[in-house]
């Protein structure tokens, strides 16, 4: 007979253990009571009704008897359970560093980024260029033959065609112009 009882951790089994010895010895007083409850029953001369109550007195007895004869037969088993730690190796993965004498250069080509050209306009509020107009001192009239001082306001009524300009006085001296009377160029 088992019994098993699973607990956190553990298990606990109850069994009776049959020591036949003592077993014998309970089959030996169980056959002496019923050897007792017969010849009481003849010397007695017990009527039905008495031998039925002789006999249940006789069973509990025997079994009062037997019980403690056979008593503490009852085994508690106790067993623990283990958790068994397994260390499993860790597979280690090692790594090798190779030094190449000789390393192959790899030349990879590299898309070379597309530059597209956008046209935008963009205005710009540049600075005015300067007109590269020489600044003559004297300016004279091939028409009137008179030469004048550049700011003179005689020379700016000399039409273009006949416009003749100058730094040097000489200039106009050695080619019989004369000098405005407004502005005096000789003088200046
Ligand atoms: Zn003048």
Redesign the pocket.
């Known amino acids: 007979m088992v019994h098993k009882r699973r607990y956190s951790g553990e298990k606990v089994n109850y069994r009776v253990e049959y020591d036949y010895d003592k077993a014998i010895l309970v089959v030996i007083l169980g056959l002496f009571i019923i050897c007792g409850g017969i010849l009481a029953s003849i010397y007695f001369s017990f009527d039905i009704v008495e031998n039925l109550v002789m006999t249940c007195i006789l069973v509990v007895v025997f079994g009062i008897l037997a019980s403690y004869i056979m008593g503490n037969q009852m085994v508690r088993e106790v067993e623990r359970e283990f958790v068994r730690e397994i260390e499993k190796p860790y597979p280690v993965v090692q790594r090798y560093i190779q030094t190449i004498d000789n390393p192959i250069i790899k030349v990879v080509e590299k898309p070379y980024p597309v530059i597209r050209e956008i046209e935008r306009k963009v205005f710009v509020t540049e600075p005015r260029h300067k007109l590269n107009i020489p600044h003559y001192k004297y300016v004279g009239s091939s028409e009137t033959m ?1 030469y ?2 550049r700011s ?4 700016k009524s000399i039409k273009r065609s006949h416009l003749v300009s100058n730094n040097s006085r000489d200039y106009f001296r050695n080619h019989k112009y004369k000098a ?6 000789e003088k200046h």
Request: charged share 10%.
């Open positions: 008179t004048h001082l003179c306001r005689i020379s405005c009377q407004l502005c005096h160029p």
